[in-house]
């Protein structure tokens, strides 16, 4: 549907936005004495073709629809006059009951969003806030391994030194190493366990990044 639009006031940025996000919706023509209105320079801004006269528009055959935002008497009255049969005037006062029922949706959209995105900021906080103390003992466990490592490397000096009676000290110290290899893993399960938290983290930042823009756009 091919519409047109008389006055280019702040309702006019709104309803210009908003009528070019949905697909059977075409604004031919904006009118408006006032060359530097907000509205025609949104028009100018979308290339959509702009006008001081309102008797243009009938000369629109495309345009099926007028959309009046003046509030003006004498502007409806002169559409009146000039308008085809074939065109149909929506008066100021529906138009803005229009306008207003998208301000009204698009409020609700930012409170759902600024909780929602709250709501992602604090899952973000507890996770870091989890991560720290793990991330923490890791490092000690870390240090306690390298340890365990030397003092097992030490130990296996001093039972081959000891020749026979360094051999059940020897089994200990097997064990040991058994023991430091499967902590090993268990840490290696840690390291795997934190990047896949960090990806977490990266792709909730991510999908708040593209909600923030998608507000913006709306």
Same mark, same amino acid.
């Given at each position: 549907?091919?519409?047109?639009?008389?006055?280019?006031?702040?309702?006019?940025?709104?309803?210009? =936005?908003?009528?070019?996000?949905?697909?059977?919706?075409?604004?031919?023509?904006?009118? =408006?004495?006032?060359?530097?209105?907000?509205?025609?320079?949104?028009?100018?801004?979308?290339?959509?073709?702009?006008?001081?006269?309102?008797?243009?528009?009938?000369?629109?055959?495309?345009?099926?629809?007028?959309?009046?935002?003046?509030?003006?008497?004498?502007? !409806?009255?002169?559409?009146?006059?000039?308008?085809?049969?074939?065109?149909?005037?929506?008066?100021?006062?529906?138009?803005?009951?229009? &306008?207003?029922?998208?301000?009204?949706?698009?409020?609700?959209?930012?409170?759902?969003?600024?909780? !929602?995105?709250? =709501?992602?900021?604090?899952?973000?906080?507890?996770?870091?806030?989890?991560?720290?103390?793990?991330?923490?003992?890791?490092?000690?466990?870390?240090?306690?391994?390298?340890?365990?490592?030397?003092?097992?490397?030490?130990?296996?000096?001093?039972?081959?030194?000891?020749?026979? &009676?360094?051999?059940?000290?020897?089994?200990?110290?097997?064990?040991?190493?058994?023991?430091? =290899?499967?902590?090993?893993?268990?840490?290696?399960?840690?390291?795997?366990?934190?990047?896949?938290?960090?990806?977490?983290?990266?792709?909730?930042?991510?999908?708040?990044?593209?909600?923030?823009?998608?507000?913006?756009? &709306?």
């Amino acid at each position: 549907m091919n519409i047109a639009m008389v006055g280019a006031g702040k309702a006019s940025v709104i309803l210009i =936005d908003q009528f070019g996000k949905l697909p059977n919706i075409s604004i031919s023509l904006v009118v =408006d004495i006032d060359r530097a209105a907000p509205g025609i320079r949104k028009a100018r801004e979308k290339a959509i073709p702009v006008s001081e006269k309102v008797e243009d528009i009938a000369q629109l055959t495309n345009v099926k629809l007028i959309v009046e935002l003046t509030g003006n008497n004498s502007v !409806f009255e002169k559409l009146k006059s000039v308008a085809r049969e074939d065109q149909i005037i929506i008066p100021a006062w529906a138009s803005k009951l229009f &306008y207003d029922l998208i301000e009204t949706q698009h409020q609700h959209i930012q409170d759902c969003s600024s909780i !929602f995105l709250a =709501d992602i900021d604090q899952v973000k906080d507890q996770i870091n806030g989890a991560l720290q103390p793990i991330n923490e003992a890791q490092a000690n466990i870390t240090d306690l391994l390298e340890e365990a490592q030397i003092i097992s490397m030490n130990g296996k000096i001093q039972a081959t030194k000891a020749g026979q &009676y360094g051999k059940a000290f020897k089994a200990v110290i097997d064990r040991i190493e058994g023991l430091i =290899d499967e902590i090993e893993k268990a840490i290696n399960l840690f390291d795997t366990a934190q990047e896949s938290s960090q990806a977490a983290l990266a792709k909730i930042g991510e999908s708040k990044n593209r909600m923030l823009k998608e507000i913006e756009s &709306y």
